[in-house]
């Protein structure tokens, strides 16, 4: 009879152990062992802090600054700031890196201006995109400046979105090379 109740002693505390660790907040994690690590002094945004030298929390990049291996270019998607991209020069030029301007053409282009850059991709040929995009063998393609097809493919022109925030200025640089060896393959 003794083994019989010290089973239902333990039984009964195992029960009330069980029930009183669990909680309906979530909110604590339960025994705390480090807890500045659970509970972080955060300041909110655009508090004050005094652990800057402004004061303030968020602060933001210095005036002029721009990531590492871009340039600051400051073109809007418009006419006029395409008429001056078209002075800017193609620093890769004599640089002509085909296999990995041919990666960056597969990755973003090809799905609408095709293998040879007639505007014929699957896009468009399967009918899910009714607007065909540029042809790089048509004349406005050809007489377009190293500049010009810069600004287009990082800001984006007519309907086609920009690709600046995806590649960097060098690949950028590197598939106005491609453009260019397509344009210079002949159309079968």
Same mark, same amino acid.
């Given at each position: 009879?003794?083994?019989? +109740?010290?089973?239902?002693?333990?039984?009964?505390?195992?029960?009330?152990?069980?029930?009183? +660790?669990?909680?309906?907040?979530?909110?604590?994690?339960?025994?705390?062992?480090?807890?500045?690590?659970?509970? +972080?002094?955060?300041?909110?945004?655009?508090?004050?802090?005094?652990?800057?030298?402004?004061?303030?929390?968020?602060?933001?990049?210095?005036?002029?600054?721009?990531?590492?291996?871009?340039?600051?270019?400051?073109?809007?998607?418009?006419?006029?700031?395409?008429?001056?991209?078209?002075?800017?020069?193609?620093?890769?030029?004599?640089?002509?890196?085909?296999?990995?301007?041919?990666?960056?053409?597969?990755?973003?282009?090809?799905?609408?201006?095709?293998?040879?850059?007639?505007?014929?991709?699957?896009?468009?040929?399967?009918?899910?995109?009714?607007?065909?995009?540029?042809?790089?063998?048509?004349?406005?393609?050809?007489?377009?400046?190293?500049?010009?097809?810069?600004?287009?493919?990082?800001?984006?022109?007519?309907?086609?979105?920009?690709?600046?925030?995806?590649? +960097?200025?060098?690949?950028?640089?590197?598939?106005?090379?491609?453009?260019?060896?397509?344009?210079?393959?002949?159309?079968?």
């Amino acid at each position: 009879m003794k083994t019989f +109740s010290i089973i239902h002693w333990i039984g009964f505390f195992g029960i009330v152990i069980l029930f009183s +660790s669990c909680d309906n907040n979530r909110n604590e994690p339960g025994w705390s062992f480090f807890n500045d690590m659970e509970h +972080s002094q955060a300041y909110e945004t655009w508090s004050e802090n005094p652990n800057l030298p402004e004061g303030k929390t968020m602060t933001g990049p210095v005036e002029g600054t721009v990531a590492i291996h871009e340039h600051a270019f400051g073109f809007v998607r418009t006419p006029e700031d395409e008429l001056k991209a078209a002075s800017l020069t193609n620093p890769v030029a004599n640089d002509f890196n085909r296999e990995r301007a041919q990666l960056k053409y597969e990755q973003y282009c090809i799905v609408c201006h095709g293998e040879k850059g007639d505007g014929k991709g699957h896009l468009f040929t399967s009918g899910k995109y009714p607007i065909p995009p540029a042809n790089y063998h048509a004349e406005r393609a050809m007489e377009k400046t190293d500049g010009q097809l810069f600004h287009n493919i990082r800001i984006g022109f007519g309907v086609m979105g920009a690709h600046g925030p995806q590649l +960097s200025v060098d690949d950028t640089w590197q598939l106005v090379n491609y453009i260019r060896h397509l344009q210079a393959q002949p159309i079968e």
